[in-house]
């Protein structure tokens, strides 16, 4: 079966994890570029690293990102020198920043350093960029600034009052045909319990990823990134209530009302089944935390038979 998972970073993996753990599984996973940014010259591609290092099993579990048995000596020597060094970058990481940055400077397309990276680390399932263009989170906060993802996110720890987002670049933004490809042909599309605001709303964005989406006839499931009211991790919940959407499973099921099928909800939001229901998306109750490999196989599993199984 041909799946196609639209995914962010740390959530984003987690749901490619469990899916890349079925043998009956062809995965093509459209990540997220508008977190990317140039840190000393170096293009870093942090959502789309984090989904390849996840699939290959290089990712530092305890964290969630970044390279397991990571040094940051390289950091060290940038901070001697007098370098902003609040974005964390590790020693391994960097040498996959030189190259995509060589690459792109040498004008590869980067959906194909993206691909040659994923196969060098020997992952299995299609790791493709809805764009192949510079497309940017802005975060404007109640204090009059703009901001980059990164500087919001880490430099300043989500600490803001968000007022706007905004996506620099969109506009003129093409789609790859690979991640239109992968829609168009999937038997099923699963949108990751990824942060909706700047990990899903980025891509679906894209012009031309929308409508490629609403014409597909795969069945779309989407899974809450919300769990008992509450957010795993990561400003989800402060964004959606800044812009004055609910900030729970429903507040979710409402943004993707026009997009998905089904809405996969923890038993814990289960009194929001009935308003879930009567505003779009069917809801499924399941347990949507995933913890280890095996609840990630399970939660997936569980998508799969919603959408394949008959009934
Ligand atoms: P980021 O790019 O690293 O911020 O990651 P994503 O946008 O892909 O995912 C962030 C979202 O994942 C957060 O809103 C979390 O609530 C959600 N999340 C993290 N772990 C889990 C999990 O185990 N289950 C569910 N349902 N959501 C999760
Ligand atoms: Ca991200």
Redesign the pocket.
Known sequence: RKVCLL?????????AEGLAAHDDVALSVIG?VA?DDSFHGLWVS??ID?LTYSLAGRIDRAQ??GVADEGHRALETLDLLGAETWMSLGDRDFGLHIHRTMRRGRGDRPSDIARDVARAFGVKPAILLPTDDVVQTRLRTTDGRWLSFQEY?VRERCAPEIREIAFSGMDMARPTPEALTAIAGADLIVI?????L???APILGIPGIGEALRAADAPKIA?????AG????????RMMAALGLRADALGVARRYRALADRL?I?HADAALGAEIAAEGPAPQCSD????TQA??AR?AREILDLAFAPV
């Open positions: 995914a962010g970073g740390v959530g984003g993996a987690k749901m997220n977190d942090p959502d984090t969630g990102w996110f990751a319990p990824s942060n909706p700047v990990s899903i899974v809450s990134p919300f769990i509450k957010v795993v991790k990561g400003p989800a919940d996969v923890d949507i935390l995933m913890k609840d990630k939660l």
